[in-house]
């Protein structure tokens, strides 16, 4: 598409920032089965690292290459891998669309420069869709938008683009035209060349592309479309916004000027369309990533801190800077543990030991390598913008600072969503107990939303993750790939508690025994706050009433109690505490007594003063237009809230709202056989609210037993 490389290196510049310049580190983010997989596999075909295409659903595709995703048809794991396009190095990662992964594209989303965003010319943006572009815009990610699947039935690019400005709040910029739709859609209208790009035959080579003159009957509209873009990019570029002013038309240069500049000031997201799954549409979008996305020398320099002294730490992004790099995934391997690094400063080389300033130890790296899904290729060094993996770091975990020793810095880590479901696993053989653990181990390394304890009161293991399909395929893993036959419970939903109004205690620790007793009183206002996550704590002790050394304990104590969750075991959030008074006695005074005294506060304001708390999911269902009413009805009855009901080409309707998720078990087997299986679902975490009294009383009960 391109014949202006706004990423060109200049004369000037060394060997290594012209290297820098023409690398493009992006992924590929969407709502599941919205064609981001196929796009990905068509993308290695364009570009000749793959010589055979890996169609999703006949579970050949590259890029899903563990056993559950072939089997499922879908992307569990994110997978990267590197191809060259137009003399340009590309590393992508091609992320999972499914919520209960969606940690998959957190962390892949934190490290990548630029992304892609595929959308279904058919369903528009979807709710996943919503999650990822939430995700992108958090790190400020540029991205380009491909609507894919223009050859089905239904399938409206407007509609689509309007879409992504209505539900993203997106600024669109569509760069192309379909020329013909449904059935019958043949090719594109480049609107920045005025050329019109045709694929022939069912099996035409994805490479091959006949370019031709806009058709007469379409000129009218391509130009309307042409000035509607213009004016859509005009203000990030001086002289075309001058010319377009005066009626003007600007140079091919100047337009593409303009769009890699609003483009990487996330000004605008350039639109390109076409169907992955027949080839058609995916070179535009290579061109566009070269084109419009950033190399790692166009992204700000990124902000770490020294764990020293808390100073502030930023390199820049040269090989011959200081080393810093982040671990953004680890996988377990049988030929060594796999973990992948985004390198942004210095130099990293095979053999060398790097400091990890978390554990304040040192890790190996025993063999650097390029990754392609899960093939590998080795390397002796990795520079400043690389993503590669690494075999023999022991013990650092995803979100953890590799640096030097001499010029130590952290990174900030990636925040991830709360578990909201669990249930219990123990291994058919009583001799496997040991091993499960161990895998259990390996994969909460790998998966920072699976979490694993051991119930101290039963001795029972209890696994946690986003839902019910996360749960299950770390269960198929434990079993299938390490060969561990286990038995699980029913999954259970992770409550959590607050208190039910505010509450002034006074907690007294005091004890008296032969030597030093223990003495530690202090007075706590508790009220809770929607703001607060878990626990804010507020030190108003005027006068010295408590001792300065004896607030943090105190602090500690109540962290503790709100944490550990009472009798019930669920923890508390939105707590507020407000140390306002306390009493301290100069001998028996101690850290420990005021700790315990803090445990004793929360414990008191808690008693008969807690209120249930359940995770509700935003759900939306699409089903043929004649089942909505049976759809609306089942989701009433599981205590949903209707929120909004649209019309879908192709005789859909699809309907949104809100549910509890402890509602939500087994749905899609109640939806198959409501809409005879033409309906599908998807769901995500919202938000805790209160669970009605009739209702907490039974979980509490059931908890209780």
Known sequence: MSQADNSTPSKKE????????????????????????????????????????????????????????????ITITSAATTCHWRGHTMSLIDTPGHVDFTAEVERSLRVLDGAVGVFCGVAGVQPQSETVW????????????????LDRTGADFDKAVASMKSRLNANPVPLVMPIGKEKDFLGVIDLIHMKAYYWTGEDADAREMITKEIPADLMDQAKARREKMIEGIAEF?????????????????????????????????????????????????????????????????????????????IWDLLPDQPFGSLVFKTISDPNGDLTFLRIYSGTMSQGEKYYNARTRKYERIGRLMRMHANQREPIDTARAGDIVAAVGIREAITGDTLSTRENPVIYEAM????????????????????????????????????????????????????????????????????????????????????????????????????????????????????????????????????????IAPIEKGILAAVTGGGRQGFPYVKVRAELYD????????????????????????????????????????????????????????????????????????????????????????????????????????????????????????????
């Open 134 to 149: 939430r995700q992108a815009n958090r790190y400020k990610v540029p991205r380009v938008a491909f609507v894919n699947k």
């Open 415 to 550: 925040n991830f969503p709360d578990t909201v479901i669990s249930m219990a696993i123990e291994p058919k053989a009583g001799a496997d107990r040991d091993k499960l653990s161990t895998v259990i181990g390996k994969l909460v390394r790998e998966d920072p939303t699976f979490k694993a304890i051991t119930d101290e009161q039963t001795g029972q293991m209890v696994i946690s993750g986003m839902g019910e399909l996360h749960l299950e395929v770390k269960c198929n893993m434990i079993m299938n790939d390490y060969k561990i036959p286990v038995t699980v419970g029913k999954p259970k939903v992770a409550y959590k508690m607050t208190l039910a109004k505010s509450k002034d205690v006074e907690a007294r620790h005091i004890k008296q025994t032969g030597g030093s007793g223990q003495f530690a009183v202090c007075r706590v206002r508790f009220s809770t706050d929607d703001e607060v996550e878990t626990l804010e704590f507020v030190d108003a002790v005027k006068g010295g009433s408590v001792p300065r050394e004896f």
């Open 582 to 705: 306390g009493q301290s006695h100069d001998v028996d005074s101690s850290a420990m007594a005021f700790e315990s005294a803090g445990i004793l506060a929360f414990r008191i304001a808690a008693e008969n003063n807690s209120q249930l708390l359940e995770p509700i999911m935003k759900i939306e269902v699409e089903c043929p237009e004649d089942r909505t009413g049976d759809v609306i009805g089942d989701l009433s009855s599981r205590r949903g809230i209707i929120e909004e009901m649209t019309s879908k080409p192709g005789g859909i309707s699809a309907v949104t709202g809100k549910v509890p998720l402890a509602e939500m078990f087994q749905y899609s087997t109640s939806l198959r056989s409501m809409t005879q299986g033409r309906g599908h679902y998807s769901m995500e975490p919202s938000n805790y609210e209160p669970v009605p009294p009739n209702i907490a009383g039974k979980v509490l009960e059931e908890y209780a037993k």
């Open 237 to 313: 570029h001086e002289p075309l916004l001058e010319k377009f002013v005066e009626g003007e038309i600007g140079t091919v240069e100047e337009i593409m000027l303009a769009v890699r500049k609003g483009t990487l000031s996330l000004g605008i997201t350039p639109v390109f369309c076409g169907s992955a799954f027949k080839d058609k549409g995916v070179q535009q979008v290579l061109d566009a990533v070269v084109d419009f996305l950033p190399s790692p020398l166009d992204v700000p320099p990124i902000e770490g801190k020294n764990p020293e002294d808390d100073s502030k730490v």
């Open 14 to 73: 060394s060997k290594d920032i012209a290297e820098i310049r023409m690398l493009r580190n992006f992924g590929v983010i969407a709502h599941i089965d919205a064609g981001k997989t196929t796009f990905s596999e068509r993308i290695l075909y364009i570009t000749g690292k793959s010589h055979k295409i890996g169609e999703v659903h006949e579970g050949a595709a590259t890029m899903d290459y563990l056993e559950e995703e072939r089997k499922r048809g």
